[in-house]
């Protein structure tokens, strides 16, 4: 069966790094949307960038451009998001997502686009 597993949260200081990491099996990786979403506490789900497999064209919420950079290992399935310049309101619960296996079209930062999720890995940024 479908399985994303994320990995690489973690608490750091504002300005700090960290590194993501979503393994993904049980399906064809090549030709699909990979995303990173993230939610905080009382608000929606919304995207942080995207990654189409074959390709490797990347797409980015305005908030994380020139901060954040979504990239793959094509061989290992496995998609990264490196977060940089890390700011409080990067805060949040960070999921991996593929369209893989339906959802409703809504681009690719889109979270009705994406058919499965990980579990989440929590990333926390202090001031």
Partial sequence: QVQLVESGGGSVQAGGSLRLSCAASG????????????????????????????GGST???????????????????????????????DTAMYYCATNRGGGTWSGPLGPRTYGYWGQGTQVTVSS
């Fill in 27 to 54: 399906f064809t990786y090549s030709s699909n949307y990979m995303g990173w979403f993230r939610q905080a506490p009382g608000k929606e789900r919304e995207g942080v960038a995207a990654i189409y497999t074959r």
């Fill in 59 to 89: 797409y980015y919420a305005d908030s994380v451009k020139g901060r954040f950079t979504i990239s793959q290992d094509y061989a290992k399935n496995t998609v990264y998001l490196q977060m940089n310049s890390l700011k409080p309101e």
